[in-house]
């Protein structure tokens, strides 16, 4: 029988990811719904065909479109999932587990470790991992806060405790190298634009020191060493990462200076 739950997600052009994300955990609960902001591609069929409620929605955000999709939630439970993500079995059992076994009466949420599969293989150490979230919670008083690129379930003042679930969440998140170092510029904009909003400087310390911390934590101290290559690769490539998104404020300081 369906859980008393909605499984919540946002989407634009993900036919392939949804897929896999729905045929994962649709079949646990009473209701899915799918928020999209103007597929070209057979997503839209694709969440029909798992029975989903698809509503229209022009793209807000991360944050603000996730909070259309659990505004549209029904059951007194939530299950949210980005396309690109899926249950893996022991994760799956963990949440029938939740309720089967009386869990969702003590607490108003469950914690899952999230896993990326990334240049083939799993990456299990670093800042990748486990990358811990809160997906499964109480719908009342819960909303999506955070930044806007750096969303997260934040569940009201007087929540009973979260509990962690056994299972990782797996996540296709970078197709290859060339997609991850696409997605640079977009999180460096709207790291800019809130940098703007609270009117900070650009400031040299954190622009040198930032991305020597990221590659340090991700690489020795959080040992992203033990997943060879790719956890090497993952550790440059963050701190670059933070380079780019603290050098962008000096970029658009020094455009607005006329020219000696």
């Known amino acids: 029988m369906p859980l008393p739950l909605s499984i919540s997600i946002i989407s634009k052009n993900e036919e392939a990811n949804l897929r896999r994300c729905l045929a994962s955990a649709a079949d646990l609960a009473g209701e899915i719904i799918v928020v999209d902001s103007g597929s070209t591609d057979a997503t839209l069929e694709v969440a029909r065909e798992f029975g989903a409620r698809v509503e229209h929605q022009d793209w807000l ?27 893996s079995p022991e994760l799956r059992r963990s949440i029938q587990a939740f309720f089967a076994e009386g869990r969702h009466e003590h607490h108003d949420g469950g914690v899952m470790a999230r896993k990326v599969y990334f240049l083939g293989r799993w990456i299990t150490h670093g800042d990748w991992y486990p990358d811990r979230k809160l997906r499964l919670f109480r719908r009342e008083g819960a909303v999506w806060g955070g930044s806007p690129e750096h969303d997260k ?5 007087n929540a009973r405790p979260t509990l962690r679930l056994e299972g990782d969440l797996h996540h296709y998140s970078f197709r290859d190298m060339s997609h991850f170092v696409s997605k640079i510029n977009g999180f460096a904009d709207v790291f800019l634009a809130r940098q703007e909003a ?22 020795v101290l959080r040992r992203g060493f033990l997943d060879g290559f790719p956890g090497f690769w993952i550790a440059i490539a963050t701190a670059f990462f933070a380079f780019v998104r603290y050098s962008r404020k000096f970029e658009a300081e020094q455009a607005g200076r006329p020219p000696p």
């Open 153 to 157: 379930v934040v569940l009201p003042a």
């Open 198 to 219: 609270d009117g900070a400087r650009w400031r040299l310390a954190p622009t040198l020191l930032r991305p020597f911390w990221r590659f340090f934590r991700a690489y």
């Open 61 to 87: 955000g991360h944050r603000d479109q996730k909070n259309v999709a659990l505004r549209l939630c029904t059951l007194p439970w939530v299950l949210a999932l980005d396309c690109d993500e899926e249950l």
